[in-house]
């Protein structure tokens, strides 16, 4: 059963940098895909970014790009996204999730989620 633990999450001021995990069991993700995404309070979930585990390209929202970045340790089965120039507009609760096949932006494709981890930036 696969499962996808998230943390790192805190309160952070703006302009500061935070690392979350999120460690995958259960599978072997070789020939997956894995992402994040983050739900703001009233907003819909969005795409954050993503990574393909087996070779490691990375995608990413325009509203991050440059500024978060993807990785990931294959001897760990970790997925990390290190967020840096925090902004409030970045608060959110941060989840993790899989899909087997490419990085998509769309929710609903993703087939395991983690519980989520809450990261609160303030001004």
């Known amino acids: 059963q696969v499962q996808l633990i998230e943390s790192g999450g805190g309160l952070v001021q703006a302009g500061d940098s935070l690392r979350l995990s999120c460690a995958a069991s259960?599978?072997?993700?070789?020939?997956?895909?894995m992402a994040w995404f983050r739900q703001a309070p009233g907003k819909e979930r969005e795409f954050v970014g993503g990574?393909?585990?087996?070779?490691?390209?990375?995608y990413y929202a325009d509203s991050v790009k440059g500024r978060f970045t993807i990785s990931r340790d294959n001897a760990k089965n970790t997925m990390y996204l290190q967020m840096n120039s925090l902004k409030p507009e970045d608060t959110a609760v941060y989840y993790c999730?899989?899909?087997?096949?490419?990085?998509?932006?769309?929710?609903?494709?993703?087939?395991?989620w983690g519980q989520g981890t809450q990261v609160t930036v303030s001004s």
């Open positions: 999730a899989t899909r087997y096949g490419g990085v998509r932006p769309v929710v609903a494709v993703y087939d395991y």
């Open positions: 259960g599978r072997s993700f070789t020939n997956y895909a």
């Open positions: 990574i393909l585990w087996s070779v490691g390209s990375t």
